[in-house]
């Protein structure tokens, strides 16, 4: 048997604006999936999950398909059988899909003895990702697979950031789920209405993300808050908060939050706070009050999968 862990992620800004190319700052988180791959005297691709659906199973069955393939089809005839157990929520923005499809292509990978490359692994992920939402940026895959913070922008170089201070994160999930596919298409939609206003909205989450990529390595956390709460407001502005939402961002910031804002695909899903130091029991508890299901203190993974 082999094994392999993957984790989740927050997206600190730029998502959506990412699909069209525009840069995004991301975070490896420790919610993981853990994904085993053994042979079986079953013949075919069997993936097992207790909590993951079987429409988010069938991307990943494809994809371990494909590495099988290029191995030695004829072990698909033997039977592969891959075990997911994953502690990130489903469908919360959180890159669940992404990280259990990592942590199984890379399993099944060590157990044909592949030693795949960092970005043949984010490939295969952006493949499944492709079978799920139609428009992924990579930015999901990519995080999992490398860890700790980055900056990336599709089809560009990655960059780690350094942050000169930590960046206290609590996360605060609705319990509303929501499919990325679906938010994705409504802002397509929203782009194609307003061309002009969309490009707009482009060029300053170009710039947000530039301002808080600085602000991240000079530990200016009051000045990354403030960069949060623009973000969050043009997020607003593409349609993909809601009352619930918007309830739980303005919670944390009542709090004493320096910034607050969704993450992710929106629609449902988890919301995101930049906390001082040591005030996050304060706004998580806050957040509790404000009808979240779950919340999380989050600790930023310094390894992603490989
Ligand atoms: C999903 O985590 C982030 C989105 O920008 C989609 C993507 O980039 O693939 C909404």
């Known amino acids: 048997m082999a094994e392999a862990v993957a984790p989740g992620k927050v997206i600190l800004c730029g998502e959506h604006f990412v699909v069209y190319g525009e840069p995004a700052i991301v975070a490896a988180i420790d919610l993981k999936a853990y994904a085993y ?3 079986t005297d079953e013949p075919g691709i069997h993936i097992y999950s207790s ?14 398909k494909l590495l099988v393939e290029s191995k030695d089809a004829r072990l698909i005839d033997k039977g592969l059988m891959v075990s997911i157990n994953s502690g990130i929520p489903i ?12 942590a199984s292509i890379l399993a099944t ?27 992924p940026s990579g930015i999901d895959p990519t995080i999992s697979v490398y860890g700790g913070i980055l900056l ?12 000169a201070k930590p960046v206290e994160l609590v996360i605060a999930d609705s319990g509303l789920k929501r499919s990325t596919g679906v938010m994705v298409r409504r802002v397509g939609e929203l782009a194609s209405r307003y061309p002009d206003v969309f ?8 710039m947000l993300v ?55 695909a929106g629609g449902g899903g988890c919301i995101i706070a930049l906390a001082r130091p040591r005030e996050s029991d304060r706004i998580a508890s806050s957040l509790v009050d404000a009808g979240a299901e779950a919340v999380y203190k989050a600790r930023i993974l310094e390894v992603g999968a490989m």
Do not use: W
């Not at 490009?199 to 170009?206: I, K, Y």
């Not at 956390?221 to 961002?249: C, D, F, P, Y």
């Open 37 to 39: 791959a053994s042979l």
């Open 51 to 64: 909590k993951v659906s079987e429409d988010a199973l069938q991307p990943i069955r494809e994809v371990v």
């Open 91 to 102: 469908s919360a923005g959180l890159g669940s899909s992404a990280a259990v499809a990592v």
């Open 109 to 135: 990978s060590k157990l044909l003895g592949l030693k795949l490359k960092k970005r043949e692994i984010v490939s295969l992920g952006v493949k499944a990702e492709e079978i799920i939402h139609g428009r």
């Open 152 to 163: 990336f922008k599709p089809g560009g170089k990655i960059r780690r950031i350094k942050p």
């Open 199 to 206: 490009s707009r909205l482009r060029s300053t989450v170009r």
């Open 210 to 264: 530039r301002r808080a990529v600085e602000a991240i390595i000079e530990g200016d956390i009051e000045e990354l808050g403030g960069i949060l709460n623009m973000n969050h407001g043009l997020l607003s502005a593409i349609g993909v908060s809601n009352s619930r939402l918007e309830k739980l961002v303005y919670a944390a910031r009542e709090a004493g939050a320096l910034g607050s804002k969704v993450t992710g």
